[in-house]
């Protein structure tokens, strides 16, 4: 298939390798012309810099060209610029395509996921086109990805016919594809497992072992189903590889953005000055607030959440945000005890 890659950050870049491997005919989108200049000359990302890219990657900046001549889109530019890109990309989107996005985060002005945002941008032209939008989410750091190391993904349309054809693409003998029609769902673990992730590095800059590292991902777990259930989602996505399985990983690994960051303030650093010292976007940042607005219009009490956009925007003290959790009001774990 020829794919077009729209980012050339790191899970952009892994895709890439991932899928021109695998046969395709694949071409990197970046709006940087010094990134796509770099990369045609070095055949190297900086972030990866023991990794040789396949030659036979394309790169460019012309989004003509990426949007024209490529049967499916990943969509792969952080959830901030998913709006801009598409308002780029929608003149040059042919018929038929299929647009996969892979970012995750929630749109802060109008709480919509990455895949409604690129439909709302869009419009008309999806219909008028007949344009299929999908995502891809699970445990996938890009860093393990562009090793070739084994992992698991979901492919979530509400078309399965679509999810089938992304699952087919994205297939190989080291990463394997499940699909799941429950887009809703997909986006919304993708997008507040970071959030637990900020704390789950949280716990650990304070020092507080392995746990209280459990008990937080158990019950951020339950706060992201609580929520994902009141706006229509599936119970089993949440227990599944967007679910529970992106939770661990994001959670708990070295090569989490959002895990450092979370040291980072365990350890005093302001928001800031975590985000600078990991030096790359920490999407549970950007998920904070509008977290905090679902959690309004939706009427779902979120502890952990609220607490970690506290000591985020509000000062609050990370060690006292763990007393204050360890001092709440007993209750049952069970929801029909509530």
């Known amino acids: 298939m020829k794919i077009g890659v729209l980012g050339a950050g790191t899970w952009g870049i892994a895709l890439a390798k991932m899928l021109c491997e695998s046969g395709n005919e694949v071409m990197v989108w970046s709006a940087l012309k010094q990134e796509i200049d770099d990369l045609e000359t070095a055949h190297i990302h900086p972030k990866f810099p023991d990794t ?3 030659d036979a990657l394309c790169y460019t900046t012309d989004t003509e060209k990426v949007c024209s001549e490529n049967e499916l889109l990943v969509v792969a530019v952080a959830s901030v610029y998913i709006r801009s890109t598409m308002k780029t990309a929608a003149p040059y989107l042919k018929n038929g395509q299929i647009l996969v996005s892979v970012a995750k985060g929630i749109e802060e002005k109008t ?3 990455m895949t409604d945002v690129i439909a709302d941008q869009l419009g008309s032209i999806v219909e008028e086109k007949s344009l299929k939008i999908a995502a891809l989410s699970g445990p996938t750091h890009a860093e393990e990805v562009i090793k070739n190391m084994p992992t698991t993904i979901i492919s979530s349309c509400p078309d ?56 937080l ?30 939770l661990i990983v994001t959670a708990l690994s070295v090569h989490s953005r959002n895990y450092k ?21 920490v999407e549970g940042m950007n998920a904070l607030k509008p977290a905090m607005a679902l959690s309004e219009k939706y009427g779902v009490e979120l502890p952990i959440i609220s607490y970690v956009y506290k000591a985020v925007y509000e000062g609050a003290s990370p060690a006292d945000a763990v007393s204050s959790l360890m001092g709440r009001e007993k209750r049952s774990e069970l929801n029909d005890v509530y």
């Open 261 to 281: 960051a979370g040291i980072l303030l365990g350890k005093g650093y302001d928001a800031e000055s975590a985000i600078k010292e990991v030096g790359m976007v």
């Open 217 to 246: 991902i158990t019950r951020g777990l339950a706060e992201i189903k609580r929520l994902g259930m009141k706006m229509g989602c599936r119970e089993q996505t949440f227990y599944g590889l967007a679910g529970m399985g992106d």
């Open 111 to 113: 709480l919509f996921s």
């Open 52 to 54: 040789v890219l396949p």
């Open 160 to 215: 399965m016919d679509t999810a089938g054809v992304i699952q087919d693409v994205f297939t190989n003998s080291f990463m394997r594809v499940y699909t799941n029609p429950d887009l809703k769902g997909v986006e919304l673990c993708g997008a507040l497992k970071n959030i637990i992730a900020l704390a789950s590095g949280t716990l650990s800059g304070l020092g507080l072992g392995d746990n209280i590292k459990a008990a």
